[in-house]
């Protein structure tokens, strides 16, 4: 069911930093391009504003975030409304429901807030009989604290939604590359026919962030980054890379198979966890070139905080396309600089014939890179200009090329207009939110149970030391100048 007429996207949370970095200029861009279907867009805030106010901060928000953002933009702030609404408070959802149009049924609400929250939205929506068959909903990440909670939020969820009316959004799947990693693998033999073990040595997915906590720290102190980044995008990024050809495009055909991936990992229980996950937390240092402070001596943040802002872990997937190769993933705050990749290692050459070359730098290389810059290149090997037969590494670019560049769509603008197109393709299923927590709980618990304290790293680093040994004692190095 595409949306079909007017409509009205309730946003709450709808002054909090999600919402003002990402949503609300995604929704403009959507705007712009005619794609955003006729309707009121409800800002929902428990600060009291008056107009002006309320567009002040929108306008300074967008101005930030969005490029060329200017006076004709005027009609898409003609269609933003501010409600006060305290989402604790029942009688603030039939307030709510005097200032919509009761004759409009096709309605978006986007939990843009923590997820302790959604069950009593639900409630409050549905004692205000805000809730219809045509309403779809949005849940934000991460969604639940561990298997327990997810569980009970997935099913108190559905009482009030069913599972086609609810799309749990993992932004990083709407980036082009992710997308575009799906063509390359499923629409040239070329590469599917070696995205296997025979072929393939090993595979690393890094998400690194140069910045520290910022503004975030309440929020993080009791996330961390293994709830934070590991266990949905990283998650996400690994069942879109190691995923069974689908038999065809439609959503539950795609969503089949992460699943099966997620099912296919090997557990890391026991003592397999201090020998495969590594957590640190950041110590004071220089990140783009600026002195920092450590992550305990951050506004907020508990002096003896054991919260971890990095992870890396090795893992298996037990199936026969991946039997024997390793998995590398890792994420972390004030790393040496802000990138996403995927790089599929291919396995060296059995015999180099070039005695002057080390045959490690005759492996080849595929790199879908996510962030700052999306793009894919093949690291190949060509013959240096000049006399003897010296080898050396090229990168072959998949790039297309344009004289007029086409701009690229943010993640959360294709997303938000899936979710207008009602396609929850790139959207998480609810087994698929349950796989995953039920894969990384035994990690979570066994830190909480010894209280472990994470190894420190130097900010503007790689991360903790153990990290660099967790693929030095198999032979290999982090990929770290693609």
Known sequence: ???????????????????????IPALLCLHRDQ????????????????????????????????????????????????????VTQPESYHDLAKQLNAACQNRVYYFATGSSLYLPICQGLQQANLISAQCFVVLEKPIGHDLLSAT??????????????????????????????????????????????KYIDHIQITIAESLGVE???????????????????????????????????????????????????????????GANVVQGQYDAGVSNGEPVVRYRDEPGVDEQSLTETFVALKLEIENWR???????????????????????????????????QHKSTMANKLIFRLQPDDGVHLMLCEKRVGPGMNVRPMSLSLNPTTVKPVRVPEAYER????????????????????????????????????????????????????????????????????
């Open 1 to 23: 069911m595409h949306i079909q007429g007017p409509f009205e996207l309730i946003l709450f949370g709808g002054l909090g930093d999600l919402a003002l970095r990402k949503l």
């Open 35 to 86: 794609r955003l279907p006729e309707g009121t867009i409800y800002v929902l805030t428990r600060q009291a504003l008056s107009r002006e106010e309320f567009l002040d901060r929108i306008s300074q928000a967008l101005s930030a975030h969005v490029s060329d953002f200017s006076d004709h933009d005027r009609t898409f702030l003609s269609r933003l409304c501010c409600c006060v609404v305290d």
């Open 152 to 197: 009970a939020i997935n099913k108190g969820v559905a009482e009030f939604f069913n599972e086609r009316q609810i799309y749990r959004i993992d932004h990083y799947l709407g980036k082009e590359t992710v997308q575009n990693l799906l063509v390359l693998r499923f629409a040239n033999s070329l590469f599917e026919h070696q995205w296997n073990h």
């Open 215 to 273: 503004q975030r720290a309440g929020f993080y102190e009791s996330v961390g980054a293994l709830r934070d980044m590991l266990q949905n995008h990283l998650l996400q990024l690994l069942c879109i890379t190691a995923m069974e050809p689908p038999a065809s495009l439609d959503p539950d055909a795609v969503r089949d198979e992460k699943v099966k991936v997620l099912r296919a990992l090997k557990p890391i229980v026991g003592d397999a966890i």
């Open 322 to 356: 991946w039997a024997g190769v390793p998995f590398y993933l890792r994420t972390g705050k004030r790393l040496a600089r802000r990138t996403c990749e995927i790089v599929v290692h291919f396995k060296q050459v059995p015999h180099s014939i070039f005695p002057l």
């Open 415 to 482: 997303l938000l207009y899936d979710v207008l197109s009602a396609n929850p393709t790139l959207f998480l299923r609810h087994d698929e939110l349950l796989e995953a927590w039920r894969w990384v709980d035994p990690i979570l618990t066994q830190w909480q149970q010894q209280e472990q304290r994470p190894e420190p790293y130097t900010s503007g680093s790689w991360g903790p030391s153990a990290a660099t040994l967790l693929l030095a004692k198999d032979g290999r190095l982090w990929d770290e100048n693609s």
